[in-house]
């Protein structure tokens, strides 16, 4: 007797080891499209959409690049989420968790061929994950108590993060920017209150960190350009009714002179609004929507500094740095929250105007004003300075630091190796396919430099034999040398990340045994 067909006919299924196939293929597709952008002589992509405007990206963020693909297939799906978490949670390490996920599942299709039980694999990278970590937590660097010390720490995680980005050649200055408006935040992992400003024109050298906050406006006609000691109210209100806009509303009206009483109730309206604004005892008034030239004028004539058309994300982060609140009714000038700061004038930056608050309420408010040729520059350049600063909020939090180039993946190699060879039975093969994924990383690093992966491999592993080894892959001389010296670190909390995350996206993609699709359901005609 036939078996009936369960699934109807615009669905299709793949079990065992074609769905497996496919999962691994796909994974590893995505694994290898990012490996080339990884370390300090990564390559970027360039991204252009074919829709309109045909927009350019160039970059070399893993999180940005996948963003950015639309991919079929579901396991790469899952790939492309643990990049996007990591981006969220730590910002940097996009790349590093894509290509650790996808040699480990390089490794396990070999195991899988060899006929060990995708379980058997899966609870041997269990152990050898839990064995990676402790073999790094005995050698992290804890420098909390001497704040010197720290930050040179800092300094050095800032230039690691941006030596496989854009600002290579300055890295330097962008790491003091980073470190320094970091440093403000006291400790709050909150980085709303960095602002970060992209003007083209200058080179990226010309970039430098402001402390205040600095709205991309022009001050108003006739309104005055400096004023200290502001008393700044945020509001989010409509000042453009001086004209008749009655929706919807039909007024019939025998002569012209009606028309005018009803323009004239309008401006009386607008008048009595602006009196209330001004009631609060304020001399600054910056307002999300449009201000009309009628409450302009009678603003300009108070001596009032009205600031219009600020963006969402201006007034939000205004409101936050000057300790006021948004505002929309003004009945009751007592219950609103007025922002202050010390003085408020308007600068120059390339051409354009901009206006300037500074001796703001939160002290640990602060504008990075980045320069570049052209905006693709820029936007390379934030992308970043934006990682940098993710993973400096972190470490200031999570203090603990090890060192960079490959050493954290042969320390833990090492001890899993170890691992592997006291560990009976098949789960052996697993552990020690996990240290070979390890190892992968420092290759893919030597390999975008250009250099002989083997053999700076074969050296490094050499080197991590001898007790409290410090070795890593430096790609600027292209030999096996010593990163404590080198000043190159990492924070650990991003290398945790990048570990555990990995090793579970990994293992969801290995558990799978079957692949459902099927069309959406569509829809009924009602007709």
């Known amino acids: 007797m036939a078996i009936e067909k369960i699934l109807k006919d615009d669905a299709n299924e793949e079990k065992g080891e074609r769905a497996r196939m496919a999962s691994f293929v796909g994974a590893i597709a995505i694994s290898d499209l990012v490996k080339t952008t990884l370390g300090p002589k990564g390559m970027d992509k360039i991204l252009q959409s074919t829709g309109r ?16 693909l639309h991919v079929d297939n579901p396991a790469a799906k899952v790939l492309i989420d643990i990049s996007k ?56 660097v804890d420098n909390k108590e001497n ?34 408006a970091v440093m403000r935040l006291k400790g709050s992992t909150n980085l709303e209150a960095i602002q970060i400003i992209k003007k083209p024109g200058g080179s ?13 406006k022009k001050i108003g006609l006739g309104q005055p350009k400096r004023i200290e000691n502001a008393k700044i109210l945020v509001a989010n209100t409509a000042m453009d009714t001086d004209k008749v806009k009655i929706y919807g509303a039909r007024v019939r009206v025998d ?79 007592e219950s609103v929250k007025l922002g202050h700061c010390k003085l408020i004038e308007e600068i120059m930056i390339g051409e354009d105007k901009l206006i300037h608050f500074s001796g703001v309420e939160m ?22 300075l934006h990682d940098a600063l993710c993973v400096l909020s972190q470490t200031v939090n999570d203090t603990r630091v090890v060192l960079g180039g490959g050493w954290p993946e042969m320390v833990m190699a090492k ?16 552990i020690e396919a996990f240290s070979r994924a390890l190892v992968a990383i ?43 010296e080198r000043g190159i670190s990492e924070s650990f909390k991003v290398k945790q990340a990048i570990l555990l995350s990995a090793t579970e996206a990994a293992e969801m993609i290995l558990r799978v045994d079957e692949i459902i699709t099927c069309a959406p359901r569509k829809r009924e005609d009602r007709m």
Do not use: W
């Open 363 to 384: 002290g640990q408010a602060c504008t990075i004003v980045l320069r570049g040729a052209s905006h693709h520059v820029l936007d390379e350049a934030e992308r970043s």
């Open 147 to 180: 704040a010197e010390k720290f930050k040179s720490d800092l300094m050095k995680i800032a230039m690691t993060t941006l030596s496989s980005k854009i600002l290579y050649q300055d890295k330097e200055h962008f790491a003091q920017l980073a470190v320094d």
């Open 442 to 484: 420092p290759t893919i690093i030597a390999d975008n430099a250009g250099l002989d992966s083997a053999e700076l491999v074969a050296q490094l592993r050499a080197e991590h034999h001898k007790e409290g080894c410090n070795a890593g892959i430096d790609v600027i001389s292209g030999s096996v040398g010593d990163m404590a």
């Open 415 to 430: 001890e899993v190796d170890e691992l592997a060879r006291k560990t009976p039975g098949k789960k052996s093969h697993a």
């Open 85 to 140: 978490v990591q981006d969220d949670e730590v910002g940097d390490g996009t790349t590093s968790v894509v290509v650790l996920a996808g040699e480990l599942l390089r490794e396990a299709e070999k195991l899988v061929a060899a006929k060990i039980h995708p379980m058997t694999i899966i609870s041997g990278y269990r152990m050898a994950a839990e064995c990676a970590r402790n073999a790094l937590l005995q050698r992290v």
């Open 255 to 333: 002569s012209m002179s009606k028309v005018a009483e009803i323009e004239g109730a309008e401006k009386e309206k607008m008048r009595e609004k602006v009196q209330k604004i001004i009631a609060h005892g304020i001399n600054c008034f910056v307002n999300r929507q449009l201000i009309y030239n009628f409450p302009e004028e009678l603003f300009a004539d108070a001596g009032i500094l009205a600031i219009e058309h600020a963006d969402f994300d201006g007034i939000e982060r205004l409101a936050l740095v000057t300790g006021g609140e948004i505002a929309s009714t003004f009945d009751n000038p």
């Open 204 to 216: 990226l050298k010309d970039s430098f960190l402001d402390e205040g906050f600095i709205l991309d």
């Open 53 to 68: 405007g045909y927009g350019v990206t160039v970059t070399n963020d893993g999180a940005t690049i996948l963003k950015s």
